[in-house]
């Protein structure tokens, strides 16, 4: 995406590009496959439909009205129609671009403004402020205060995005940034040096799954390093239509990922994978090609690496237990991964790997959406659970952080015994410590 060029209706500051509107020639195949179609039947929540509102207030035939507002958020960015799009059509992207727009025409004013403001550009850059953010959470855990609201029932009295919102936290740990050694030696015969793009979220909500990952890694053959000074890697801007801190923060991580001789830059969360590769299309005309190139050509997937190198299957132990696997959106659509991850788990011994119906359908977490619609999301989310039930499976495994936090919460609110897991926790199982 080169730098800003005006286009019809549309702010000037990081309006879609008409090419990327146009290809559209309304044939719907997209449309089976869009979630928010499914459950509303109405052409505007379609990719096609959605396409066509954006090319209408191009061609400046409709202004940015509120019902295209209501449409960049309530689109789950999950890229499905992506998948199916015989023109290569991203309406999941134009969508995220659209939400941009949204802060340009219909600026935020006072407190929303300031609260917004203090999260996207303060909070989530900084990742020594989220760490001591997370204090109050582990304390409301640890003293027992959450046990009590959950069992007093108070929470039935607060909105629901809060309650699901205090539903989702998982058993909090102290933050590995600061813990992990910088450099973790490579177990047997040497395979590489990787870079290891922690993430917020999975360091922050999901530790125990970061340190599986480099376990997994350094006994695979790879050294590990993690780069304290890494930062978040842009994705919840690019959700939230703030693309100069996302530009700001990528700027940041190429420089700091590039600066170290690293074979790899592996992710274990797709959110985060999706984001990195992007960097090379976000930050075209903003910086130096040749780096770009060279940091798209490191970046993979934690499951798209183990996969491309092969898993060694020397030292791992067998699990005994039935596997169906949930394909996260911003690793099947987004990056093309769907075949790696089976791959992965397929090799793990003792495994009885059990394949889901609609298993690249979302699960209904997609950022904020979750929390923003969460009717529509729970509507999606019972959609994904009863294709797992059907599967039998003992676990669930995915490999993104947002999906593990729906889906967990989903278990336990259907009253399922289902574990779910990441792929890496699988793989960290089957591996010695
Ligand atoms: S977005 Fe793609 S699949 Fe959907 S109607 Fe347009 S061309 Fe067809
Ligand atoms: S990204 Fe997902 S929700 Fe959005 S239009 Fe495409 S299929 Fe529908």
């Known amino acids: 995406m080169s730098p800003d060029k005006p286009l019809g209706n549309f702010a000037p500051k990081d309006a879609p590009s008409y090419e990327s509107i146009i290809q559209c020639m309304r044939c719907g195949f997209c449309l089976p496959t869009c979630p928010t179609y499914a459950l509303t039947g109405r052409?505007?929540?379609?990719?096609?439909?959605?396409?066509?509102?954006?090319?209408a207030v191009a061609e400046q035939k409709l202004e940015f009205t509120p019902a295209i507002k209501?449409?960049?958020?309530?689109?789950?960015?999950?890229?499905?129609?992506?998948?199916?799009?015989?023109?290569?059509?991203?309406?999941?992207?134009?969508?995220?671009?659209?939400?941009?727009?949204v802060q340009s025409i219909y600026?935020?004013?006072?407190?929303?403004?300031?609260?917004?403001?203090?999260?996207?550009?303060?909070?989530?850059?900084?990742?020594?402020?989220?760490?001591?953010?997370?204090?109050?959470?582990?304390?409301?855990?640890?003293?027992?205060i959450q046990w009590l609201l959950r069992h007093s029932g108070a929470?039935?009295?607060?909105?629901?995005?809060?309650?699901?919102?205090?539903?989702?936290?998982?058993?909090?740990?102290?933050?590995?940034?600061?813990?992990?050694?910088?450099?973790?030696?490579a177990g047997g015969a040497r395979r590489g040096r990787v870079g290891y793009?922690?993430?917020?979220?999975?360091?922050?909500?999901?530790?125990?799954?970061a340190r599986q990952t480099v376990k997994v890694l350094a006994h695979?053959?790879?050294?590990?390093?993690?780069?304290?000074?890494?930062?978040?890697?842009?994705?919840?801007?690019?959700?939230?239509?703030d693309r100069d801190t996302a530009r700001a923060l990528m700027l940041h991580n190429l420089e700091l990922f590039l600066a170290q001789d690293f074979d790899y830059i592996v992710t274990d969360c797709a959110g985060c994978g999706s984001a990195l590769k992007e960097y090379e299309e976000m930050l075209e005309g903003r910086a130096d090609h040749g780096k770009l190139a060279a940091f798209r050509a490191?970046?993979?997937?934690?499951?798209?690496?183990?996969?491309?190198?092969?898993?060694?299957?020397?030292?791992?132990?067998?699990?005994?237990?039935s596997v169906t696997y949930h394909e996260p959106c911003h690793l099947c659509h987004a990056q093309g991964i769907s075949a790696q991850p089976r791959k992965v788990i397929r090799a793990i011994p003792g495994i009885d790997f059990r394949e889901m119906k609609e298993a690249s359908w979302c699960c209904g977490s997609a950022a904020t959406f979750g929390l923003k619609?969460?009717?529509?999301?729970?509507?999606?989310?019972?959609?994904?659970?009863?294709?797992?039930?059907?599967?039998?499976?003992?676990?669930?495994?995915?490999?993104?952080?947002?999906?593990?936090?729906?889906?967990?919460?989903?278990v336990k609110k259907a009253g399922l015994d289902t574990k779910v897991m990441h792929i890496i926790e699988l793989l960290g199982e089957a591996t010695p410590d």
């Not at 052409?43 to 090319?55: D, K, Q």
């Not at 992506?82 to 727009?101: D, K, N």
């Not at 629901?160 to 050694?181: D, F, N, T, V, Y």
């Not at 959609?383 to 947002?402: D, F, H, Q, Y």
Request: proline residues 7%; neutral net charge.
């Open 43 to 55: 052409e505007r929540s379609s990719p096609r439909g959605r396409v066509a509102l954006a090319r």
């Open 298 to 321: 490191k970046i993979r997937d934690v499951s798209e690496l183990l996969a491309e190198v092969g898993v060694r299957s020397e030292g791992l132990k067998p699990v005994n237990a």
């Open 155 to 185: 929470l039935k009295l607060a909105p629901k995005w809060m309650e699901k919102a205090e539903g989702m936290i998982p058993e909090l740990h102290k933050p590995l940034r600061l813990q992990l050694p910088e450099v973790i030696p």
């Open 107 to 144: 600026p935020l004013e006072g407190m929303q403004k300031a609260f917004r403001s203090f999260i996207l550009e303060k909070m989530l850059p900084s990742p020594e402020l989220l760490e001591t953010a997370m204090i109050p959470a582990r304390i409301y855990q640890k003293l027992g």
């Open 373 to 410: 619609f969460t009717e529509e999301s729970q509507k999606i989310l019972d959609r994904k659970l009863s294709n797992v039930v059907e599967t039998g499976a003992e676990i669930l495994v995915s490999g993104n952080p947002g999906c593990q936090l729906q889906l967990a919460w989903g």
């Open 70 to 101: 209501e449409e960049a958020f309530f689109c789950l960015d999950c890229r499905a129609c992506t998948t199916a799009c015989p023109s290569g059509v991203h309406a999941g992207e134009i969508m995220e671009t659209c939400r941009a727009q």
């Open 197 to 209: 793009f922690l993430g917020c979220v999975m360091s922050l909500m999901y530790a125990e799954v």
């Open 220 to 241: 695979q053959g790879f050294e590990v390093v993690t780069p304290r000074d890494q930062k978040c890697c842009g994705a919840p801007h690019l959700t939230e239509g």
